[in-house]
């Protein structure tokens, strides 16, 4: 009987084995995912009933579209291998795809979740792209046709534009470094905006774009970045990540960039508008001039003198007419005053007629010259003619007849009886 080395059958299991299961393709869930510092990455592939060890060596690990997660369901092809220290079988793993869907689709909302976790799509960090820039800087292949198309559309709708233009891969395994080098040169260049793009193509061609390394550098970057890759169909994470998507290259520039047309019709607007404006201003302000010149006129001294001077004509007029009317009145109400006044002055003058008559009559009676006869005197005290009883011892008085006046005093006064 022949006895074999543990060795020698683990060798001999390795032969037989690594010899028979040269590639095979196994699907089951992954478990157990430890990525080492070499760039190995191990594993377990298991269903519900078992389980197998895999492993995936750096060379392969770094080809890897996506990442490997807990629990994803894959299509492992690879090759079954013996560990014979050990005695322990596994797959090494050439290829490793997404059960049920492509790898880069995979990668792609893998790397979309994580990037939106991060807060890479906040539309708050969002910069405003400025409405008349003067520099901008392409990000594209010189060779290839979006160039040609963004530099027509620039010619025909702004000339007054400084374009640089950044030459980089825009597809292949060097292409996101090179894009994420010209973006972090042409950030610190001074530039109004950065416009990074390329033509259609499938996916594979535009997974330059939709690199973890791209996304960082516009993130990061200060200028204002327009992504326009592909045609409109075609999203990929620059899109998401830049202040602006433009649905192809051609579409960035007209979004971006001002139409001198419509710039020349919207000064002739704005011009008009001014016109109509300056007009509008110039007639309503001679309107409140001459409404506030009216106001003077009618408030001035000139004015006010003369309304004073028609004021006071009426009031004149309405005095003559009262005073008039008044008048009339009164002349009304004097008629048969005067006439009773007429017909007691006349009685009145009788009266005095008569009065006087008899004064003149008695004056005539009592007149000395008339009175005096011989032997007889008139006597008169202080002007006054009295009589003889209204003297009074020590008085003066003056005795006149006719021809004499002389001056007396009363020495002694007597009553008798004739």
Sequence with gaps: M?????SALNEQIKTLIESSFVRVFVEGELSRITFHNSG????TLKDKDSSIKGVMFKGNASKLRFRLEEGLKVVVDGAISVYAPRGEYQINC????????GAL???YEQLKQKLLQKGYFDPQRKKPLP???????LITSATGAALQDMLRVANQRFRFLEIDIYDVLVQGTSSAQSIANALHVSDKNGYDLIIIGRGGGSIEDLWSFNEELVADAIFNANTPIVSAVGHEIDYVISDFVADLRAPTPSAAMQMVLPDTNELYQSLDAIAQNYTNALSSKITNA???LLHIKKLYEQNSIEMRIEQKKREISQLKERFNQSISFCIQNFSNALQPLHVRLSHQMQTIFSQKQNRLSALRENLSANDPKKRVVSGFAQISKEGKVVSLEAL???ENFELMNEHLKITARAIKLEEYQK
């Design 2 to 6: 022949h006895t074999l080395s543990v």
């Design 40 to 43: 190995h990455i191990y594993f």
């Design 131 to 137: 409405k008349f820039p003067s520099r901008i800087a």
């Design 105 to 107: 689709a995979l990668a």
């Design 94 to 101: 050439f290829m490793i795809e997404p059960s049920g869907q």
């Design 286 to 288: 001679s309107q409140a």
């Design 392 to 394: 009074h011892v020590d």
